[in-house]
């Protein structure tokens, strides 16, 4: 099985850089992605890593360590709508590559 | 041009009752998932279907029957239904490889009365 942790709610300020970590232990593993979630919404893609090190998209970057069973999520330059929650979900190896998601981060950004 | 559309988007109903949820997709993906969302945010895999076959079904109580009558469609069946069924419910879809993001409809927001 899997088994995902997050921080619960983080607090940042417009601007700054904030980052998001998950940890996970697993069964088998092919891929961590994350997702963003905004209130009252379907969680939406932000990226996928499944070899070690840093994907970087824009404002956005995610991290992985598969030996450490660990991952970051890095967000530059927060913007107030950046307010969201942060999935992370982890893919297992077996045949039905079946994605389970962490219990989330609500990041609050404040002016 | 909606990707995953699903309806509806909010059910208020009685305890007891039986209600449906229907989902579907027009990217032409071949598989389609069934997520429960609680009320602390948590989303968790209920059913997923590969090409009309049931693949994953976790520990889900059997009040609750999806049905796949093509791969663009995956609806959700829910019998006698109970307090703690009240969750948003989310389908997804998504091609079957590695790499390959899940995309979500809009969501069900469920209450049961």
């Known amino acids: 099985g899997q088994n995902i942790d997050q921080p619960t709610e983080m607090t940042a300020t417009e601007g700054a850089i904030v980052q998001i970590n998950c940890t996970y232990q697993?069964?088998?593993?092919?891929?961590l992605f994350w997702y963003q979630q905004h209130a009252g919404e379907a969680p939406t893609f932000l990226s996928y890593n499944v070899l070690d090190g840093l994907e970087e998209k824009g404002r956005f970057s995610s991290f992985l360590s598969r030996s450490k069973g660990y991952s970051y999520l890095l967000l530059k330059e927060l913007q107030m709508k950046d307010s969201a929650s942060y999935l992370c979900a982890v893919r297992d190896s077996g045949g039905y590559q079946k994605v389970t998601f962490g219990t989330g981060t609500k990041l609050q950004v404040i002016p | 041009d909606t990707a995953v559309s699903q309806t509806p988007k909010y059910l208020v109903t009685q305890m007891g009752n039986d209600k449906s949820i229907k989902c579907e997709q027009n990217l032409g993906h071949d598989t389609m998932y069934w997520y429960k969302q609680d009320s602390k945010k948590f989303l968790k895999i209920m059913f997923s279907?590969?090409?009309?076959?049931?693949?994953i079904n976790e520990t889900v109580p059997n009040r609750f029957s999806p049905k796949s009558p093509d791969k663009a469609h995956l609806n959700l069946h829910i019998n006698s239904l109970e307090l703690g069924d009240s969750a948003v419910y989310f389908c997804?879809?998504?091609?079957?490889?590695?790499?390959?993001?899940?995309?979500f409809g809009s969501g069900t927001q469920l209450s049961v009365l």
């Open positions: 279907y590969n090409n009309k076959e049931l693949i």
């Open positions: 697993t069964s088998g593993f092919n891929g």
């Open positions: 997804a879809s998504s091609q079957r490889q590695p790499n390959e993001k899940l995309f």
